[in-house]
């Protein structure tokens, strides 16, 4: 040993209580001060030595997707003990779907903000993210993968499912197909103000396979979520379970040193698109995804995913894709079932929060017969969920949910009916003089991420009434928006660049040709190259609203396209390190 590395004192890393002290420029009074005052909340010094486990509280009485929280907490806080940890929760925002305004993904960024800086800033050697309805999870991992402490996601689970008049239903692929009736007049105020009261029979998230449930899918995919985690409803003891088990990991994370980036890697990004295919999931999940692959230096190359859908099918059988509910799914096993039926196409070697591998864990997974996951044999829809277009629409792509498509449309050639932003489409989509067909394609600009801003669920355009009343149920549509992983149609989404940025979509006018293939993966304007040129010296950019300060204001300067996952530049590193998934 030489003089000089015996003389150097070993760099202790802090734990527990003593980790990340507040500045006030004597350490010893920092940590005598912070001891004083979490003892006036009756602390004893031998709680306060053990392993710290951060819980991330995102109960909120405007999210009832969240609204088993406490129960959730004070499960984990059992686990936590077990373990012999110490569990201190903790606020951050909350974001609910229908209860943000312009859109809760206009406040997604700011949740992955408030989440990343919590956990640095306060004492904790691991977290656990409470998360579950559609923006807090991609939220919360796009945080913790940025602050790299040892991170565990608990889902909160999916909603129960309802009865109205003898049909199952539930939120909110049932929401949007009883409203379709109401504006097509198949049924009246009573039934759909009665139906309003059946659709959601818990606390708990969306119950298909809508944007909560595949991010929850995902998260366990990933290796982020406990074996099993994704599936359990939100009132059930399982879930309760899970719960515990998550609170007794997380202390063993602490204790290994298991950190977001030995189990973010591009083998579970690439393993995460994977199950995104086969189970059909959201076409938001995707756009989350890259976000949270961006925040670890990966980008996700949407060509390469095209080619993995191709050799994918959809084999969960759950609306919107097909006709089960997330509560099926977990009697079917959950998401292990899936992963189960996929291995061969999987990363086994994928490290998860257990500290096994994914192939580890499955090799414990029972196999048993169930009909909601099917198999390669037999699956809902012979290839992936989600295409991925491009064209001289859409010059840097844009996707289309197939398995949830009508098949009859996917090679399509129409006329466009345009509306210049969400505004002009509602004074004028149900107006009996509109000029519109079945055959026309329905084009909404100006609802991507600058556009809306915040790409806003509005990309499914309602059908306009005068064809709805006529019996007409699904109609080309196409916007730079997105939509509800809970929807279902012939809608292509994501068109990028946006129209606000002086996309292609931007110059489109009505009477326009339009031909989508999806056998092609094509979106193509039927105009001529000088037309567009012509169109294009005439564009004028629509001027940002309120954006003079304030969070809108940072929104309008970083906000990238949907290619970057709409996730704010100063985010993301400076340099990425690869693409996922690696070239096929
Ligand atoms: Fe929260 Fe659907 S509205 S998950």
């Given at each position: 040993?030489?003089?000089?590395?015996?003389?150097?004192?070993a760099?202790?890393?802090?734990k527990?209580?003593?980790?990340?002290?507040?500045?006030y420029?004597?350490?010893?009074f920092?940590?005598?001060?912070?001891?004083?005052?979490?003892?006036?909340?009756?602390?004893?010094?031998?709680?306060?030595d053990?392993t710290?486990?951060?819980?991330?509280?995102?109960?909120s009485?405007?999210?009832?997707?969240?609204g088993?929280?406490?129960?959730?907490?004070?499960?984990?806080?059992?686990?936590?003990?077990?373990?012999?940890?110490?569990?201190?929760?903790f606020?951050?925002?909350?974001?609910?779907e229908s209860?943000?305004?312009?859109?809760?993904?206009?406040?997604?960024?700011?949740?992955?903000?408030?989440?990343?800086e919590?956990?640095r800033a306060?004492?904790?050697?691991?977290?656990?993210?409470?998360?579950?309805?559609?923006?807090?999870v991609?939220?919360?991992?796009?945080g913790?993968?940025?602050?790299?402490?040892p991170?565990?996601?608990?889902?909160?689970?999916s909603?129960?499912?309802?009865?109205?008049?003898?049909v199952?239903?539930?939120?909110?692929?049932?929401?949007?197909?009883?409203?379709?009736?109401?504006?097509?007049?198949?049924?009246?105020?009573?039934?759909?103000?009665?139906?309003n009261?059946?659709?959601?029979?818990?606390v708990?998230?969306?119950?298909?396979?809508?944007?909560?449930?595949?991010?929850?899918?995902?998260g366990?995919?990933?290796?982020?979520?406990?074996?099993?985690?994704a599936?359990?409803?939100?009132?059930?003891?399982?879930r309760?379970?899970?719960?515990?088990?998550?609170?007794k990991?997380?202390?063993?994370?602490?204790?290994?040193g298991?950190?977001?980036?030995?189990?973010?890697?591009?083998?579970?990004f690439?393993?995460?698109?994977?199950?995104?295919?086969?189970?059909?999931?959201?076409?938001?999940g995707?756009?989350h995804?890259?976000?949270i692959a961006?925040?670890?230096?990966?980008?996700?190359?949407?060509?390469?995913?095209?080619?993995?859908?191709r050799?994918?099918?959809?084999?969960?059988d759950l609306?919107?894709?097909?006709?089960?509910?997330?509560?099926d799914l977990h009697?079917?096993g959950g998401?292990?079932?899936?992963?189960?039926?996929?291995?061969?196409?999987?990363?086994?070697?994928?490290?998860?929060?257990?500290?096994?591998?994914?192939?580890?864990e499955?090799?414990?997974?029972?196999?048993?017969?169930?009909?909601?996951?099917?198999?390669?044999?037999?699956?809902?829809?012979?290839a992936?969920?989600?295409?991925?277009l491009?064209?001289?629409?859409?010059p840097?792509?844009?996707?289309?949910?197939?398995?949830?498509?009508d098949?009859?449309l996917?090679?399509?050639?129409?006329?466009?009916v345009?509306?210049?932003?969400?505004?002009?489409?509602a004074?004028?989509i149900?107006?009996?003089?509109?000029?519109?067909?079945a055959?026309?394609?329905?084009v909404?600009?100006?609802i991507?991420?600058?556009?809306?801003?915040?790409m806003?669920?509005?990309?499914?355009?309602?059908?306009?009434?005068?064809l709805a009343?006529?019996?007409?149920?699904?109609?080309?549509r196409i916007?730079?928006?997105?939509?509800?992983?809970?929807?279902?149609?012939?809608?292509?989404?994501?068109?990028?660049?946006?129209a606000a940025?002086?996309?292609?979509l931007?110059?489109v006018?009505?009477?326009?040709?339009?031909?989508?293939?999806?056998?092609?993966?094509?979106?193509?304007l039927?105009?001529?190259?000088?037309e567009?040129?012509?169109?294009r010296?005439?564009?004028?950019?629509?001027?940002p609203?309120?954006?003079e300060r304030?969070?809108?204001?940072?929104?309008?300067?970083?906000i990238?396209?949907?290619?970057?996952?709409?996730?704010?530049?100063?985010?993301?590193?400076?340099?990425?390190?690869?693409?996922?998934?690696e070239?096929?």
């Open positions: 040993m030489t003089k000089k590395a015996a003389d150097t004192p760099v202790v890393v802090p527990g209580i003593r980790k990340g002290l507040t500045n420029g004597d350490t010893g920092s940590l005598f001060l912070r001891k004083a005052f979490i003892k006036g909340a009756g602390y004893t010094d031998e709680a306060l053990r710290i486990v951060g819980i991330a509280n995102t109960g009485g405007y999210n009832p997707c969240h088993n929280a406490p129960q959730l907490i004070e499960a984990v806080k059992r686990g936590v003990m077990m373990a012999g940890g110490l569990a201190i929760d606020p951050t925002i909350s974001v609910a209860f943000s305004t312009p859109t809760s993904m206009y406040l997604r960024n700011l949740m992955s903000m408030d989440t990343e919590m956990i306060q004492p904790m050697d691991a977290v656990v993210l409470i998360g579950g309805c559609d923006k807090t991609p939220a919360q991992l796009m913790a993968a940025s602050a790299n402490v991170t565990i996601q608990l889902i909160t689970g909603m129960l499912t309802g009865g109205h008049r003898g199952r239903v539930g939120a909110c692929t049932d929401c949007r197909r009883y409203w379709g009736q109401f504006r097509g007049q198949e049924i009246d105020e009573q039934e759909i103000n009665e139906v009261s059946k659709l959601v029979a818990s708990g998230t969306c119950s298909v396979m809508g944007t909560a449930s595949t991010m929850a899918c995902l366990e995919a990933m290796g982020i979520v406990m074996p099993g985690g599936s359990p409803p939100a009132v059930t003891s399982d309760i379970r899970i719960a515990e088990l998550t609170g990991q997380a202390v063993e994370m602490a204790r290994s298991l950190t977001p980036d030995k189990i973010l890697t591009a083998k579970a690439e393993n995460a698109l994977r199950v995104l295919l086969a189970i059909g999931g959201s076409t938001n995707i756009v995804l890259t976000a961006g925040r670890m230096g990966f980008d996700i190359d949407l060509e390469a995913f095209d080619r993995m859908s050799e994918t099918p959809v084999l969960v609306k919107p894709s097909g006709q089960h509910y997330m509560e009697r079917a998401l292990q079932t899936v992963l189960h039926a996929l291995r061969p196409l999987l990363h086994l070697d994928a490290l998860t929060v257990t500290g096994r591998t994914l192939g580890e499955l090799d414990d997974v029972p196999v048993f017969s169930q009909d909601v996951v099917r198999s390669f044999a037999d699956p809902i829809y012979p992936g969920g989600i295409a991925f491009r064209g001289n629409l859409a840097e792509g844009a996707i289309i949910k197939q398995s949830a498509a098949p009859r996917m090679e399509h050639e129409g006329r466009a345009v509306f210049e932003n969400s505004e002009d489409m004074l004028r149900d107006d009996p003089e509109l000029d519109v067909n055959d026309d394609i329905l909404l600009k100006n991507g991420p600058v556009g809306a801003p915040g806003p669920e509005a990309g499914y355009l309602p059908i306009p009434k005068k009343r006529a019996g007409v149920k699904d109609m080309v916007s730079d928006g997105r939509m509800s992983g809970t929807a279902a149609g012939t809608i292509v989404l994501h068109v990028t660049p946006e940025k002086g996309g292609p931007a110059l006018q009505s009477g326009d040709r339009i031909r989508l293939s999806v056998a092609e993966r094509s979106i193509e039927k105009v001529s190259d000088e567009l040129a012509r169109r010296a005439l564009w004028q950019q629509p001027q609203v309120d954006a304030g969070y809108r204001k940072l929104f309008y300067e970083q990238t396209q949907a290619d970057k996952g709409c996730d704010f530049e100063f985010l993301r590193p400076p340099a990425m390190r690869a693409k996922v998934p070239d096929r």
